[in-house]
């Protein structure tokens, strides 16, 4: 008998040890660093930001305002696994995916490829029961980024377009506050990842060779896409300050998708609104021309429609996203400053509708 109880023993002892071993190896990719560094996604000097391999770059058409601050992106794939193509929402990307976003800024705008600083690395993992949201701020030699998951506050200047110096308190968001912005159903998403934005060029080093190439294809010949259809049937977003890639429409259309849309849609926190303002909303109503507001309060500006066409001056969406009261202001995340650029695209079109 007692070399039984013994032998159990021993073999309960074995199958724990085992187990807990299994446990850490399938969920070790997931565990939160206490730096950057640690996960091994760049090579190199590490605010130089060249991917390591199996970490693919990427660009969005219009892309987020984010208070100036550029950005890299990068996504890592499971090995062997793939995205699974979608038409109108964000790819599907398998579990085991992270999506990387570095927030810098030049030190002088006119000259973007020169020196620059970074702010934060975000990183969002894809778990077996949802998206985890991660956010690391650089520290001031620019060596590394550490664990913050309470938000953090620094001060940045640059030198901006017009040759003039900008000085920000720039904010990094706590875990709460990035939830807020990629709440679809209750439940975290990515926002900016979809075809119709990562439908553009990218220009992609590989063996020491510059090419250019379609992002979408780009990731089909890497054979990390499934059932791309052929790139004239896939939706292309305009790029917001780019003229030649669309009309008025599909620019400020494409702005306020990128900008609104991750709250004002059929899915997103703000749906009880109304006011849906996705790429391919098509009801006017929705959209906000002549539309009442459910709820403003004072942040209407005494206006009484969000949209009233020919007159941005009446609208209420113009009076929400040139405010910088945290109050009135949308989006209420993400952002301290007006986007003047951004906000003069949305005037000129709601000035030149019928």
Request: some cysteine; proline content about 6%.
């Amino acid at each position: 008998m007692k070399n039984l109880f013994f032998s159990l023993f021993v073999f309960m002892t074995a199958f724990a040890f085992q187990f807990r071993e299994t446990m850490l190896s399938s969920n070790f990719k997931f565990a939160p660093k206490e730096n950057l560094s640690e996960y091994g996604f760049f090579k190199g000097k590490l605010a130089d930001q060249t991917p390591a391999e199996g970490v693919i770059p990427y660009r969005l058409n219009t892309p987020l305002f984010s208070d100036y601050a550029e950005k890299l992106r990068f996504i890592q794939l499971p090995a062997g696994q793939k995205v699974a193509y979608n038409p109108q929402e964000v790819l599907s990307f398998p579990v085991g995916t992270v999506i990387i976003k570095t927030f810098y800024y030049p030190n002088d705008f006119r000259q973007p490829d020169a020196e620059r600083r970074i702010m934060e690395t975000r990183l969002l993992v894809h778990e077996e029961n949802g998206w985890k949201a991660l956010e690391y701020v650089w520290n001031d030699d620019q060596s590394d980024a550490y664990l913050e998951v309470a938000g953090e506050t620094k001060e940045v200047s640059w030198i901006h377009h017009d040759g003039k110096k900008r000085t920000i308190q720039y904010t990094m968001p706590n875990l709460n506050q990035c939830k807020g912005c990629h709440n679809r159903n209750e439940q975290m998403m990515p926002i900016g990842p979809s075809a119709r934005q990562l439908n553009g060029d990218f220009h992609y080093v590989e063996n020491g060779q510059k090419i250019v190439d379609n992002q979408l294809n780009h990731w089909q010949k890497l054979g990390i896409l499934a059932d791309l259809p052929p790139l004239e049937n896939v939706p292309k977003a305009a790029v917001w300050n780019d003229p030649a890639s669309g009309s008025l429409d599909a620019r400020a259309r494409a702005w306020l998708d990128i900008n609104c849309a991750h709250c004002h849609s059929s899915q997103g926190p703000a749906k009880t609104s109304g006011l849906i303002l996705s790429h391919n909303e098509t009801d006017l109503t929705k959209l906000g021309v002549m539309k009442a507001p459910v709820a403003a309060g004072r942040g209407s500006g005494g206006r009484e429609f969000s949209i009233v066409p020919s007159q941005p001056e009446k609208s209420i969406l113009i009076y929400r996203l040139e405010s910088t009261d945290p109050g009135e202001m949308m989006p209420e995340l993400g952002r301290k400053i007006t986007h003047t650029e951004g906000v003069a695209l949305v005037r000129e079109w709601i000035k030149a509708m019928k």
